[in-house]
């Protein structure tokens, strides 16, 4: 049984930093390219920023260029996104998912930022 569990949601102030984790089970972790979305109030999802299955190859929404890091540990079966210089339209609920033939999400965790 494949699961996706992301970690490191939480309230934050306004040009804070986060650090979400997301670990997978049951499937072969380092064949899976993987992605995290965000999925804010009232609006539809969205691609926040991706990696390649080796982690050679990254890219992300204009919005977050600059602030935020995605990168994988596929020794831990685990992606992370550094977010840094959060903004209060950062809020939302992030999911990861893995995508190799089939794609594989993640239940989310919640990111609020606000003072």
Known sequence: ????????????????SLRLSCTASGLTFNV??????????GKEREL??????????????????GRFTISRDNAKNTVYL????LKPEDTAVYFCKALWLREF???????????
């Not at 926040?48 to 260029?65: E, L, M, P, Q």
């Not at 999400?105 to 606000?114: A, F, H, R, Y």
């Open 1 to 16: 049984q494949v699961q996706l569990v992301e970690s490191g949601g939480g309230l934050v102030q306004p040009g804070g």
């Open 32 to 41: 899976y390219a993987m992605s995290w979305y965000r999925q804010a109030p």
């Open 48 to 65: 926040v920023a991706g990696i390649t299955s080796s982690g050679g190859s990254t890219n992300y929404v204009d919005s977050v260029k």
């Open 82 to 85: 550094q977010m840094n210089s």
């Open 105 to 115: 999400w993640g239940q989310g965790t919640q990111v609020t930022v606000s003072s």
